[in-house]
C-alpha cells in the first residue's frame, strides 16, 4: 500500500547536504509531521518539526541510538553515502573498504535498528543507491561495486519486509548537483528536482524510482537488457 507523506515521521540519513537535505524540505513541503535529520554533524533548521541526530551509520552505538529516540519513524530515508574509491584496479583498499563501510554495511545496520519499529508502524525504507548500482562504470568502479551490493540487500529486504508490512523502495539517481559529484563531467539534476522526484515515486508506490532523465532511461535499457546497460556504461 502507497505511503501517503502528509503527516507522516520520516527519518533521513546524510541530512545535511545535498540529496538528504533537499529530501527533508521536500518532505516539510508534503506536510510531513516530524523529520529526524540526522548526519555526523547536524545542521539547523527553522521548522520545528525538524529534529537534529547525530549519526555516523558506520558507528554501531550511534545507530543503535537514533533507532531507540526516533522509535515513531515510518518512513527511513537511507540517503548517507560517500564516494572514496574510483578505479578498482588504483584504489587503495581502505578506499574500497570506506565505500563498503558507508554504501552497504551502514544502511543495513540502519535497517536492522529500526527494522522493528517500521514493521510495528507498517512503515517504508528508501534506499538511496545510485544509476550505478544498475551497471559498473569503470571509472568509478569501487563506488558502483558498493553500490551493486547495496541494491542486492534491497532486494534481500523487500523478500524479507514485504511480507511483515514495509515496502522497501529503492531509488537510481545519475548524477545530481551535490559536493559528492562535482568532479563527474556530465549533465546534473538539482538536488531539490530529485527530492521531489523520489516522493513521487513513493507516494506512488514505486519499488523502483529513478528520480532523473538519465536513469529513467538507463533504468528503463536495464529492465529490456541489462548487458546492453553495462556495455554503455563501460564504453
Known amino acids: 500500500m502507497a505511503m501517503q507523506l502528509h ?27 516530524k523529520v529526524y535529520a540526522a548526519s555526523r554533524t547536524p545542521t ?58 558507508v554504501n552497504v554495511h551502514g544502511p543495513l545496520a540502519v535497517v536492522r535498528a529500526f527494522a522493528p519499529q517500521l514493521i510495528a508502524n507498517r512503515g517504508a525504507i528508501a534506499n538511496v543507491l545510485s544509476v550505478v548500482a544498475l551497471a559498473n562504470m569503470p571509472p568509478v568502479g569501487g563506488y558502483s561495486a558498493s553500490k551493486a551490493a547495496a541494491w542486492s540487500i534491497t532486494q534481500a529486504l523487500r523478500g ?5 508490512g514495509v515496502r522497501v523502495h529503492a531509488v537510481f539517481p545519475g548524477p545530481v548537483e551535490t559536493e559528492m559529484s562535482k568532479g563527474i563531467d556530465l549533465p546534473k539534476t538539482p538536488a531539490d528536482e530529485v527530492a521531489r522526484a523520489i516522493l513521487d515515486g513513493i507516494e506512488k508506490d514505486a519499488l523502483d524510482i529513478a528520480p532523473d532523465p538519465m536513469s529513467a532511461e538507463a533504468l528503463a535499457v536495464y529492465l529490456r537488457d541489462p548487458a546492453l546497460l553495462a556495455r554503455q556504461f563501460a564504453g
Open 7 to 33: 503527516n507522516t515521521i520520516a527519518f533521513v540519513t546524510g541530512a545535511n547536504r545535498g540529496i538528504g537535505r533537499a529530501i527533508v524540505t521536500a518532505l516539510l513541503a508534503r506536510g510531513a509531521k
Open 44 to 101: 539547523a533548521y527553522d521548522d520545528p518539526r525538524v529534529v537534529p541526530v547525530t549519526l555516523d551509520i558506520t558507528d554501531p552505538a550511534q545507530v543503535h541510538a537514533a533507532a531507540s529516540s526516533a522509535s515513531d519513524t515510518r518512513l527511513l530515508v537511507n540517503n548517507a553515502g560517500v564516494l572514496a574509491s574510483l578505479s578498482v584496479l588504483t584504489a587503495e583498499p581502505a578506499q574500497l573498504q570506506r565505500d563498503l563501510d
Open 160 to 164: 524479507e519486509l514485504g511480507p511483515k
